[in-house]
């Protein structure tokens, strides 16, 4: 399975990006797909994730915000960002999560099998 990302940028505060996440190797459909980010000095941290039934969970943060979605045909996931605050400036990495530790930690990126490269989102004040 391998996963590449892309869609980051420069944006001011305010604006809008929208992360794409394509997936090949592997049908998607079958996993949960997760987006995390990592800050300057900061761990890597849970963003947002679809499961394959199509559930979707938000870290709070981002709630209102952001909008994760997938496009089947392309074997894609995108992250939808509105509202960007200077904050949300890092690196967003996508993920499978296969299930390991009982399907429920979609929000642990130590539990996730594979990532994609990352991709550098950062917001201007």
């Known amino acids: 399975v391998q996963l590449q990302a892309s869609g980051g940028g420069l944006v001011q505060a305010g604006g809008s990006l929208r992360l794409s996440c394509a997936v090949s190797?592997?049908?998607?459909?079958?996993?949960?797909m997760g987006w995390f980010r990592q800050a300057p000095g900061k761990e890597r941290a849970f963003v947002a994730a679809?499961?394959?039934?199509?559930?979707?969970y938000y870290e709070d943060s981002v709630k209102g915000r952001f909008t994760i979605s997938s496009d089947n045909a392309k074997n894609t996931v995108h992250l939808e960002m509105n509202s960007l605050k200077p904050e949300d400036t890092a690196v967003y990495y996508c993920?499978?999560?296969?299930?390991?530790?009982?399907?429920?930690?979609?929000?642990?990126?130590?539990?996730?099998?594979?990532w994609g490269q990352g991709t550098q989102v950062t917001v201007s004040s």
């Open positions: 993920g499978v999560y296969r299930g390991r530790g009982g399907n429920s930690h979609y929000n642990i990126g130590s539990l996730y099998d594979y």
């Open positions: 190797g592997r049908t998607f459909r079958d996993y949960t």
């Open positions: 679809m499961t394959s039934s199509g559930t979707t």
